[in-house]
Structures are given as structure tokens and as C-alpha cells.
């Protein structure tokens, strides 16, 4: 996983001529900032939407992991009772061979 770096605070932006103080002036700053307020709102909301979907995952792959654990638990099971209990399989003899090149 990769470090976190820390985010720089989200800055304004700026109008590379001044104006003059006018009413008009005053009008288009606030237009400028009610347009920011509304991607910073929008933006926001993708990134709870994103949020939502992530945490949804996690809950999969807790799930998941559960069921692959019992899954494995009940192979270990298994597992150990054929190694402890010997069956009329193991029993049987076999005859070997041994080949030479």
C-alpha cells in the first residue's frame, strides 16, 4: 500500500485581472463562488457515492473470507479424520516393482 501524503487545502481561483469595485463586480464573485459551492457539493457527492460502493465491497469480501474459512475448517476436518481412522482401503497390500534404465 502506498503512503498517504497529506492534501493541500483546496485553494480559490484566482481572476488574473483585478476589477474595479462595482456592484457588477461583486455580483460575478458571488456567481463565482455559488458555482464552486456547487462542484464542491457535487464533488462530494461522488466521492460518498464511491464511499458506499467501497464499503459495500468490504462486506462482500468479509463474507466471503467467512465462508472460505468454514469451507477449509470442514476440509481440515476431514482431512484429519482420514489420517486417524485407517479404512479397508489402507489396509490392502500392494505388491511393488522396480524398473531399471
Known amino acids: 500500500m502506498r503512503p498517504q501524503r497529506q492534501r493541500d487545502p483546496i485553494?480559490?481561483?484566482i481572476s488574473t485581472m483585478p476589477r474595479?469595485?462595482?456592484?457588477?463586480?461583486?455580483?460575478?464573485?458571488?456567481?463565482?463562488?455559488?458555482?464552486?459551492?456547487?462542484?464542491?457539493a457535487q464533488e462530494l457527492g461522488s466521492i460518498e457515492q464511491r464511499r458506499q460502493?467501497?464499503?459495500?465491497?468490504?462486506?462482500?469480501?468479509?463474507q466471503l473470507v467467512g465462508t472460505m474459512e468454514q469451507k477449509a475448517h470442514t476440509f481440515r476436518g476431514t482431512e484429519i479424520q482420514k489420517t486417524?481412522?485407517?479404512?479397508?482401503?489402507?489396509?490392502?497390500?500392494?505388491?511393488?516393482?522396480?524398473?531399471?534404465?
Open 11 to 13: 485553494r480559490p481561483k
Open 20 to 40: 474595479q469595485q462595482t456592484e457588477a463586480g461583486q455580483y460575478l464573485d458571488m456567481y463565482k463562488l455559488t458555482i464552486e459551492k456547487d462542484r464542491l
Open 53 to 62: 460502493q467501497i464499503q459495500n465491497r468490504l462486506v462482500e469480501l468479509e
Open 84 to 101: 486417524t481412522t485407517p479404512s479397508a482401503e489402507t489396509t490392502e497390500t500392494y505388491d511393488t516393482m522396480y524398473l531399471d534404465y
